[in-house]
């Protein structure tokens, strides 16, 4: 096995991992782990697509989600892709959030050249253009704590998902 870990800096963290076993092996195993009656941890297979959430008692806003994908190579060679990350609803209250400040920055542009080109008073949309880019560093170490919050389950996750693969 070669575990390769992408930088530590994103909000996202992927690996990738080289197995000698079949496909069909490695899921197998996910599932008899995964329906054993001391597992904790909830999950949802399909095809060769696997997510574990944490336990539904530990569970928090910024819980952890692990997506692990094992895609065939040849007939006894496997790659086993993984992904942690935030839910997909808070992922995608992020993505909104940025999406709509983005939006909101090149209209709020727009506004401050259009209202200084016919001088009349722009300070207002000047302020909220500079305001923006603050508001998105913010939000980007908002998503640094939560990831620093759900740290010790991502690696709870980590740790089950080496136990199975190593079964």
């Excluded at 980007?140 to 740790?159: A, V």
Aim: hydrophobic share 40%.
């Amino acid at each position: 096995m070669n575990e390769q870990k992408s930088s530590d800096i994103y909000l996202r963290p992927r690996f990738k991992m080289n197995y000698e076993e079949n496909q069909q092996k490695l899921i197998a195993k996910f599932a008899e782990n995964l329906k054993d009656a001391d597992c904790r941890y909830c999950s949802k297979i399909s095809d060769g697509h696997i997510i574990i959430d944490v336990p539904t008692e530990e569970n928090h806003f910024w819980s952890p989600q692990l997506n692990i994908e094992i895609e065939k190579i040849s007939e006894n060679k496997s790659i086993v892709k993984g992904l942690f990350g935030p839910k997909p609803q808070v992922w995608t209250l992020f993505m909104f959030i940025h999406f709509a400040m983005a939006v909101a920055f090149i209209g709020f542009s727009i506004a401050a050249y259009v209202q200084w080109s016919l001088k009349s008073d722009y300070k207002t949309a000047l302020i909220t253009t500079l305001a923006l880019p603050i508001l998105w560093i913010l939000m980007y170490f908002l998503g640094r704590i939560g990831k620093r919050t759900g740290h010790k389950q991502m690696n709870e996750l980590h740790d089950f998902m080496m136990e199975t693969l190593q079964s």
